[in-house]
C-alpha cells in the first residue's frame, strides 16, 4: 500500500498548524484528496485551529478549501490566508485579523511660537489642520510624525513628547475598523531651514501661524478636536514636564527592544 500524501506545516503553541501552498507543491489533480487526507491526520492528532496561506499563483487551492470548510480570514499582495476550526467539541478560538487602524499627527512650533498648518486638497474637512497622516508597517509612532510632516510640509522635525491619543471604534473607511491618532509635539530641526514645501498631490495650503491668528480662525476652518489638541500642547509647553515621553528598553530575555511610552 503506498503512504498517503499529506500537508506539511508549522504547530504552534496553542495546537495550530499553519500550512504554505509554497512549501507544498501539489498537483491541482491532487489537492482535493492531499487535503481531505490531511485533515483527517490533523484531527487525529488533534489539531485546533489550521491557517492556510495560498499564494497568489496558487490559487486553485481556494475553491477545494472553501469546499472543504475553510473560510477566509485576510488577504494581503500575493497571498490570501483561509482558516479551519477543528474541533466539534470546543468553541472557536482563532484571533481575527487586526482591526485598528493606526494614524499620527504632530504640532510642531518654531522659535518664534507660530504652528505649523496645512490644509488637504481632498477629504471631508477642508480647514486649517496639524499635518499627519497613517502609518506604514513596521513605523514607530514618532517615525510617523516625522515622516508625515516632512511629506506634507517639506519640514524637518526632531520629536519632544507624546500629547494625545484619540481612539475612535468606527471610522468610514472600513467594516468594523477602529482607529487611534497620536498626537505628537515636535520642533524644528534647523530654525534655518522651515520655509514650507507643501506636497503638490495632497495639501493645498501650508504656513506658519501664530496662536493668536488659529484663535480668530472660525470652527469650520479649525475645529473643536485641532483646538483640543493645541490646548494639550500648550499645557504640556507651560508644565515644565516631560509630557508624554518615550524612552527605549531592551528585553534580552526576549530579544527585543521596545519603546515605552511614560507620563511625567
Not at 473643536?224 to 508624554?244: C, E, M, P, V
Request: aromatic share 12%; hydrophobic share 35%; proline share 5%.
Amino acid at each position: 500500500m503506498s503512504q498517503r500524501l499529506l500537508l506539511k506545516g508549522k504547530e504552534d503553541i496553542y495546537h495550530g498548524l499553519t500550512i504554505e501552498t509554497e512549501k507544498n507543491k501539489i498537483n491541482p489533480e491532487e489537492a482535493k484528496m492531499v487535503l481531505g487526507d490531511s485533515i483527517a491526520e490533523w484531527i487525529h492528532k488533534n489539531v485546533h485551529g489550521v491557517w492556510f496561506k495560498v499564494l497568489s499563483e496558487d490559487s486553485f487551492w481556494v475553491p477545494i478549501l472553501v469546499e472543504h470548510g475553510f473560510d477566509f480570514h485576510h488577504a494581503q499582495s500575493g497571498y490570501v490566508m483561509m482558516t479551519k476550526w477543528l474541533p466539534t467539541n470546543k468553541s472557536p478560538s482563532l484571533p481575527m485579523y487586526p482591526f485598528t487602524t493606526v494614524g499620527v499627527g504632530g504640532v510642531v512650533m518654531n522659535s518664534k511660537g507660530q504652528f505649523l498648518l496645512i490644509k488637504e486638497k481632498k477629504g471631508f474637512y477642508l480647514g486649517w489642520k496639524f499635518p499627519g497622516g497613517l502609518a506604514d508597517p513596521n513605523e514607530e509612532i514618532y517615525e510617523v510624525a516625522k515622516r508625515e510632516i516632512l511629506e506634507e510640509t517639506g519640514v524637518e522635525t526632531e520629536f519632544e513628547t507624546l500629547i494625545t491619543m484619540r481612539h475612535t471604534t468606527k471610522i468610514s473607511s472600513y467594516k468594523n475598523v477602529g482607529d487611534m491618532y497620536f498626537v505628537c509635539a515636535m520642533k524644528p530641526k534647523d530654525e534655518n531651514n522651515i520655509e514650507p514645501k507643501p506636497c503638490p498631490r495632497e495639501v493645498s495650503a501650508c504656513q506658519w501661524m501664530t496662536q493668536e491668528e488659529i484663535e480668530k480662525l472660525s470652527t469650520k476652518e479649525f475645529h473643536h478636536y485641532n483646538r483640543t489638541i493645541l490646548d494639550a500642547y500648550l499645557h504640556w509647553k507651560s508644565s515644565g514636564k516631560k509630557g508624554f515621553y518615550m524612552t527605549k528598553i531592551e528585553l534580552p530575555e526576549f530579544r527585543r527592544k521596545w519603546s515605552v511610552y511614560t507620563i511625567d
